[in-house]
């Protein structure tokens, strides 16, 4: 990356801004974070990991891209940085408002491949044996280190994996097509990762809008506002590739830097400490009216995430994270909520250990009485942490692991753990237990665009997880059959479907009564880690976060890192 000098409009001086060299001097507070240009450039394309002045770890994350035009005012006093350059900076005073845009813009180049396995970073000989295994069977193969060796409080946290990833496309949409054919004839990982081929270019030009003043960028155009103040971003994108998509004005705390995407627009960036980041996190992934314990778990279970995620996501762009459900949902300090900034503030630094590292605190909304085992739902090595529990109290007549026989899954269904934790509220919102119908067209429309069976006339489950989750299913037709892989892959391709667990009946005699597939099933999303269900559960019962998250990661410790 190329860094220039910056361009001043000769009005300047009108709007009472300071230009200075080296160190800022005068009244106003120093900026939120002291980074030197050296740590700002290492937050961009890289898994490297900087720390603030009280040793917390910071984190880079992306609030919205795509734009091609961005506005914000700061809250108090701000200081600007072209290119991030500590040799030269621009004051602008409480309130000044900027729009932002990208003038000789050059879009980035990137090459998509399909994952079909994680492993820890140690396992440097299973990763060969399997790069070797998908070459000999005609792919293009490469071994990606994902994650990160973070030195914190004198001690090491290593959230390092390997991923030997297959078959690069140029766009998504093809790997994404590719991972799903793969995914219909074996189990893999099918995630999609970036690697940037060539980075992208431009200058980003703010303009003062009262004025016109201008501050000129190449490529990178850092924001930092005075201790304790906010910048404001107006018309943020949340919700994309959701169901209720919508834009918001919202408020940052930290430091923020514009950057361009690979699609030569700009990207907003919010670089805080992890607990300042928990803060506008926790309140999206868990209601801020759950008991004090819970919240206290989520808090706990998401620093966890934060950490694990470092490294893993976002390869080819400017930041670490992003601030939707494919990183965490993070709405900044706008989002903010009074009961869960005080979970996160009464837990500051904790994480969770086991024999292994840092314990991956993966969670999701309702087990339905069972969680999943890790490696089941997202393969590599087993996880003794991540293994899958029974989502109730000792003694609780509900065997381990569920099925995997239908019979047994379908009792499990009908008749649930006694005193399950996540039953409370998870009959409430109906996701503990759940019935929905499917037509036969609309099944039968889904496979056939996978592979041509036919009209669909059974549907088989041939593997299971430990929560009795559907993992891979067959689907045979008049004229055919197809295998699907994958718990998701069969919960979408079945018209999202809450969960994988599940049995069905159909309804309807094949060529000549229309078809009805009638689904019975309890709980939602993948069920590995901590159930949040559970833990509100938990804590109504006035169990502490230290025994609702030895319930669903046993084995693990908590220690403070920071």
């Known amino acids: 990356m190329s860094f220039r000098s910056f361009l001043l409009s000769s009005t300047l001086s009108c709007l009472a801004f300071a230009l200075a060299a080296g160190p800022a001097t005068g009244r106003s507070k120093a900026p939120a974070l002291e980074m030197s240009r050296k740590d700002r450039l290492a937050v961009l394309y890289s898994n490297q990991v900087i720390f603030d002045r009280s040793g917390e770890p910071l984190v880079s994350v992306r609030v919205t891209e795509g734009q091609a035009q961005v506005r914000f005012r700061s809250g108090g006093p701000l200081t600007m940085l072209p290119a991030a350059d500590d040799g030269a900076r621009v004051r602008a005073p409480a309130g000044t408002g900027w729009t932002v845009t990208v003038e000789d813009a050059r879009r980035g180049r990137e090459q998509f491949w399909v994952v079909v396995e994680r492993l820890p970073a140690g396992e440097l000989a299973a ?21 990160a060796l973070i030195g914190i409080a004198g001690r090491t946290l290593d959230t390092r994996s390997l991923s030997i990833v297959v ?17 219909a004839k074996v189990s893999i990982l099918g995630e999609v990762v970036a690697e940037s081929v060539e980075r992208p270019g431009g200058w980003i030009v703010a303009r003062e809008d009262k004025s016109g003043v201008e501050v000129r960028a190449r490529d990178l155009l850092w924001l930092s506002p005075a201790e304790g103040q906010t910048i404001n971003v107006a018309d943020v994108e949340f919700g994309r590739g959701t169901a209720r998509p919508g834009k918001a004005d919202r408020r940052y705390a930290g430091d923020l830097y514009l950057a361009l995407g690979n699609d030569g627009l700009l990207a907003v960036v919010n670089v805080a400490s992890a607990e300042t980041l928990l803060e506008g996190t926790v309140p999206s992934e868990i209601p801020a009216s759950s008991p004090e314990a819970a919240l206290e778990a989520q808090a706990i279970a998401a ?9 893993t996501r976002h390869r080819s762009d400017p930041y670490l994270l992003c601030a939707d459900t494919h990183c965490q949902v993070y709405g900044g300090e706008t989002k903010a909520h009074a009961r869960t900034t005080a979970a996160v503030r009464a837990t500051r630094g904790l994480l969770l250990f086991d024999d292994r590292g840092l314990v991956d605190t993966v969670y999701s909304s309702n087990c339905g009485g069972h969680s999943e085992a890790f490696q089941r739902m997202w393969g590599g090595t087993r996880n003794p942490t991540l293994e899958g529990v029974v989502d109730a109290p000792p003694g609780a007549a509900t065997p381990s692991p569920v099925g995997p026989d239908e019979a047994a899954v379908a009792h499990h269904i009908d008749h649930p753990p006694t005193g399950a934790y996540c039953a409370v509220t998870g009959r409430e919102r109906g996701v503990f237990r759940w019935r929905v119908t499917r037509t036969g067209a609309e099944v039968d429309a889904a496979v056939n665009r996978l592979h041509a069976v036919g009209e669909v006339h059974s549907l088989r489950v041939v593997e299971r997880g430990r929560s009795g989750r559907a ?21 979408k391709l079945l018209g999202h479907l809450k969960s994988g667990l599940w ?11 229309p078809a009805t597939w009638t689904f019975r099933g309890g709980g939602f999303g993948h069920g590995v880690g901590m159930c949040q269900h559970g833990a509100i559960g938990q804590a109504l019962e006035r169990r502490p976060h230290a025994e609702i998250l030895r319930t669903y990661y046993p084995g693990s410790r908590l220690e403070k890192a920071w």
């Open 167 to 183: 078959d690069p496309k140029p766009t998504r949409a093809e790997a994404e097509a590719a991972a799903e054919a793969l995914e």
């Open 127 to 147: 990763a060969a044996a399997s790069r070797k295994r998908w070459q000999d069977e005609g792919h293009k193969v490469a071994v990606f280190e994902g994650g």
């Open 503 to 513: 049995v069905v009946e159909r309804d309807g005699v094949p060529g000549r009564a």
């Open 471 to 491: 993992l891979a299913v067959e689907y045979v037709g008049t004229t055919g059959r197809h295998t699907v892989t994958g718990e998701y892959a069969n919960r």
């Open 303 to 311: 620093r966890g995430q934060l950490l694990a995620k470092v490294g």
